[in-house]
């Protein structure tokens, strides 16, 4: 989960339902933003490009924010930097059953870190985003399988 739901987090659904598939691990994934301003709208084209430079389309994707069925309808919400971590723990409903954590957290030597926003950033920094949502989409279909 990221803040908008048009950048990081549809990079890491698409690096990790790839992983998973590779793997041939059956897993749902789905992204969503803290906040709603962006809602219904398709990944920013950046975001597109440097999927599709990996043979990933997700130009069906659409933003979405975070509902309270999320919390009991996935076994893992994964944020992106510490203040969305943040605001998905103050948004979890009493009877949430989610792990919530830091995407990151799953990546060996990168536990606490932030995925970059590249909003304001260039290819370069979409780039770096793909390489980094790619090694937590292995990590965890590895977890997963073990």
């Given at each position: 989960?990221?803040?908008?739901?048009i950048c990081r987090s549809?990079?890491?659904?698409?690096?990790?339902?790839?992983?998973?598939?590779?793997?041939?691990?059956?897993?749902?994934?789905?992204?969503?933003?803290?906040?709603?301003?962006?809602?219904?709208?398709?990944?920013?084209?950046?975001?597109?490009?440097?999927?599709?430079?990996?043979?990933?389309?997700?130009?069906?994707?659409?933003?979405?924010?975070?509902?309270?069925?999320?919390?009991?309808?996935?076994?893992?919400?994964?944020?992106?930097?510490?203040?969305?971590?943040?605001?998905?723990?103050?948004?979890?409903?009493?009877?949430?059953?989610?792990?919530?954590?830091?995407?990151?957290?799953?990546?060996?030597?990168?536990?606490?870190?932030?995925?970059?926003?590249?909003?304001?950033?260039?290819?370069?920094?979409?780039?770096?985003?793909?390489?980094?949502?790619?090694?937590?989409?292995?990590?965890?279909?590895?977890?997963?399988?073990?």
């Amino acid at each position: 989960m990221c803040l908008g739901n048009i950048c990081r987090s549809p990079l890491a659904e698409a690096a990790f339902r790839d992983a998973a598939a590779r793997a041939g691990l059956e897993a749902v994934a789905d992204s969503a933003g803290t906040g709603g301003w962006h809602a219904g709208h398709a990944p920013d084209p950046r975001s597109r490009a440097v999927a599709l430079r990996h043979g990933i389309d997700i130009s069906g994707l659409r933003a979405r924010a975070v509902r309270d069925a999320d919390f009991t309808g996935f076994d893992y919400i994964l944020a992106l930097d510490p203040q969305n971590l943040r605001d998905l723990r103050a948004m979890a409903p009493a009877r949430s059953s989610a792990r919530i954590a830091l995407l990151m957290d799953h990546v060996p030597g990168r536990a606490g870190q932030a995925v970059h926003d590249p909003y304001y950033g260039g290819d370069a920094d979409f780039d770096a985003v793909w390489d980094q949502v790619r090694a937590a989409a292995d990590a965890l279909v590895a977890m997963l399988q073990r």
